[in-house]
Structure formats: structure tokens, C-alpha cells
């Protein structure tokens, strides 16, 4: 082989292999702030102005910013903003940590902001955290996000599955408690504590709970919510399932408007989805960052709950990334801006 030959070859490779390493970084370096303000606009923007493909990209920016953090940074980030030391208006340091504190802020505006003159408004807050709003009532399911005690003054009341610290806001349920509002959970003796299937009655809405099994040997320990209102168009009921794993422990007594169910690493979940055979449904558990990430550890992105799901070509299945509402077709919602 001539000299000259080799030259161009080597060449050839040395660009090639240059390029692979533009794309690998492109595609591994995290996003920039404006990147993920991007990312943020589109997300919790109008559902119709963006087309599902641009809600993957965004969500990929979104789970590409958490890919190196490591779950005590963000515990300990929760943590003091959840404390009296947090400054406020913090706006969290950059990354993903501060998309979680635009979106969660976001959404606690809104909250505050909207009427619903009729039908149902919710906001998937983090994790398995909801917030629903009615004409008649507001009251939160789940709720964990930074400064979490400011949806006090919103809420009529509030449910918690479970003790983990992925499901409740230790500041928020004080709040609660402080304002004399209900609060169900399975540990704090100042809340209501059902001892097995009970049935609650706040305002309007009648809150039926059983029990689900978070794991295996761990039977019984997840409240599981069917919660039903009127909101002006009609009957709805919503089956909120926490952290429960177990199929056949999901028997809700109506038929379902409102499934939320997690996720689990058990392909079945998917099938529960159906047999419970709701109008829509959110399945959610989705980028803990509590947890390490995929394969290492549950984190799963947003974009593995779709497609596990089938999203979008599955009727009624969504998947809601934090901060986002959604409104029940029909619904009259008037936003303060
Ligand atoms: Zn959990």
C-alpha cells in the first residue's frame, strides 16, 4: 500500500471517529439551561401544539439533565427546600433539580389560579403525586415537591398511600393539620388511619379506601383511593392506586373515570390497566430521582412508560410529565392569566 493511500485512510478514520464523538456528546452531555426551558414550555404547554415526537425530545432533554445525578443530591436538595432554612424563590441549582422547581411552582400557581367552572382539572405534581380540582372542591393525592406546605391554603383535603418518602411532603400534611383539613394516611395517628376498607366523606366527594400490597411480604401496606364527586358533568370516579403491585387487589366498586396506577418492573401492569378498564387512565411512578436510573435502579424515564404503554396510539392511556394538567373533555376552566 502507497504512502498516499494510507494518509487518506487514516485520515478518513480520524474525521469519522471525530464525528462519532460530536454525536455521542451531543447526545449524552447535559442540556443547557435554555434547553430545558425549551423543554419546559413545550411539556406543559398546550397539549395540541405539540406533536407527540417533540414530547419525546423534550422528555429525553429532561431525563438526559437527571442521568448523572445521584439520588442523595437530590434527597438532600428535597429536603432542605422542604425546610424552614429554604430561601425563598430558590431556584434550585441548575439542572434538573430546577426544572423540577419551575414545574412543580408552575403547577401550585396554576392551582391557585384556575376556576373550574365545571368538570375536573389535574395537575400530576411528581411521581405519583396528583392535585384535582372541581367546582366545589381541590384536594391533593400523593403530593411530594419542593416548598410542598403552599398547597395548604388550596387544598380541601389530602390522601397519602403510604409512608415512603416519594408519596408525602412532611411540611404540607403539618400545614394540613395545622388549618384543621383532613388527611388520610396508614401512620400518623394525628390523620385518619383506616384500619382496613373505610369510607370517608369530604364535601362532596366520598372517599372509599382498601388495601394494597406494596411488594412481596408487604400485604396491606398501600391505601388505594376511589374517590367520587360530581363536577357539574356528572358522576366521576377516580381509582388512585399508590404503590400497590397487586393486580387482584384493585376492585374498584364503579366503573373508573380517573386510573392512576404505577408502574412496576412486573409486565403484567400493563394488563391491570386494562382489566380495570377506566375512560382514562395515568400511569405514573415515572423518573424518581430517588431512585438510580435505568438499568441500575427504578428510575424509569417518562419515554419507557410510554412505550410500555403503547402511548399515544393507546385510547385514553397518557403519560404526564411534572407540572402538567390535564383537563376532563368538557371541562370549563378559567386561568387567572
Ligand atoms: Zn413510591
Given at each position: 500500500m502507497s504512502a498516499f493511500i494510507q494518509d487518506t485512510r487514516s485520515a478518513t478514520a480520524a474525521a469519522a471517529k471525530a464525528t462519532a464523538l460530536q454525536v455521542v456528546d451531543m447526545l449524552t452531555r447535559p442540556p443547557s439551561d435554555e434547553e430545558l426551558d425549551a423543554a419546559r414550555q413545550l411539556l406543559l404547554?398546550?397539549?395540541?401544539?405539540?406533536?407527540h415526537d417533540h414530547r419525546r425530545l423534550a422528555m429525553g432533554l429532561v431525563e438526559r439533565a437527571a442521568a448523572r445525578m445521584a439520588p442523595r443530591q437530590y434527597s438532600e436538595f428535597m429536603e432542605a427546600a422542604d425546610s424552614d432554612a429554604a430561601p425563598d424563590g430558590s431556584r434550585g441549582p441548575p439542572g434538573v433539580l430546577r426544572y423540577l422547581v419551575e414545574t412543580t411552582d408552575s403547577a401550585a400557581s396554576a392551582i391557585h389560579g384556575t376556576v373550574v367552572e365545571s368538570g375536573l382539572a389535574l395537575w400530576h405534581i411528581y411521581n405519583m403525586g396528583y392535585v384535582f380540582k372541581t367546582p366545589t372542591l381541590c384536594f391533593g393525592v400523593d403530593v411530594k415537591m419542593p416548598d410542598a406546605k403552599r398547597l395548604a391554603s388550596s387544598l380541601d383535603f389530602l390522601l397519602v398511600s403510604h409512608e415512603h418518602v416519594d408519596h408525602r411532603s412532611p411540611r404540607l400534611l403539618e400545614a394540613m393539620l395545622a388549618d384543621g383539613k383532613p388527611v388520610i394516611t396508614n401512620w400518623d395517628e394525628r390523620t385518619i388511619v383506616p384500619n382496613g376498607a373505610q369510607t370517608c366523606r369530604f364535601g362532596d366527594a366520598t372517599v372509599k379506601i382498601t388495601l394494597g400490597d406494596h411488594g412481596l411480604g408487604r400485604t396491606d401496606t398501600v391505601l388505594m383511593f376511589q374517590i367520587e364527586c360530581n363536577c357539574g358533568l356528572g358522576d366521576i370516579v377516580i381509582y388512585h392506586t399508590g404503590d400497590c403491585v397487586r393486580p387482584r387487589k384493585m376492585r374498584p366498586d364503579r366503573p373508573v373515570t380517573i386510573f392512576i396506577p404505577r408502574l412496576t418492573p412486573d409486565p403484567r401492569v400493563e394488563r391491570e390497566v386494562r382489566q380495570v378498564g377506566a375512560e382514562y387512565a395515568f400511569p405514573s411512578h415515572a423518573m424518581e430521582l430517588g431512585h438510580r436510573r435505568m438499568p441500575f435502579g427504578l428510575r424509569w424515564p417518562w419515554s419507557v412508560v410510554c412505550d410500555r404503554f403503547g402511548v399515544p396510539a393507546a385510547d385514553g392511556i397518557d403519560v404526564l410529565t411534572w407540572g402538567e394538567r390535564w383537563g376532563l373533555p368538557g371541562s370549563r376552566l378559567v386561568t387567572a392569566d
Open positions: 404547554g398546550r397539549r395540541d401544539a405539540a406533536s
